[in-house]
């Protein structure tokens, strides 16, 4: 026959997994935040443009997250988001010859 007990939501299941896709997305929202004022405080301005728009991407994944409990949005954000504020910032800083070397440990390591 057919129990109710063992079906479950999608929801129920995965609340820890929205908790902590929220609270990194945020973690990650708030740091870049202050790491984009410091380069706007130094003057360096692609640095900061690029982690200005990280964290506008990051605050954009926790709000996603909160309010509709889907973590896929999240997750690519996080990942990707966190590849390419990498590469953004090397390149920015070091400009593509300076910064090969940290694209080759961000890829391996």
Same mark, same amino acid.
């Given at each position: 026959?057919?129990e109710?007990?063992?079906i +479950?939501?999608?929801?129920?299941? +995965? ?6 896709? #929220? ?13 984009a004022?410091?380069? #706007? ?31 896929? #949005? ?12 990498? #590469? ?11 910064? +090969? ?9």
């Open positions: 026959g057919f109710g007990n063992m +479950q939501t999608d929801e129920a299941e +995965q609340s820890p997994t929205y908790d902590l896709i #929220f609270r990194c997305s945020l973690l990650c929202a708030v740091a870049t935040s202050v790491w004022t410091c380069y #706007f405080v130094i003057g360096a301005l692609w640095p900061a443009v690029i982690s200005l728009a990280m964290a506008v991407i990051w605050s954009a994944t926790a709000l996603h997250v909160f309010r509709s409990k889907q973590s896929v #949005f999240a997750v690519y954000g996080l990942c990707y988001g966190l590849a390419v504020f990498a #590469f953004g910032i090397m390149w920015s800083l070091g400009g593509l010859e300076a910064s +090969q070397g940290v694209i080759h440990w961000a890829l391996v390591g």
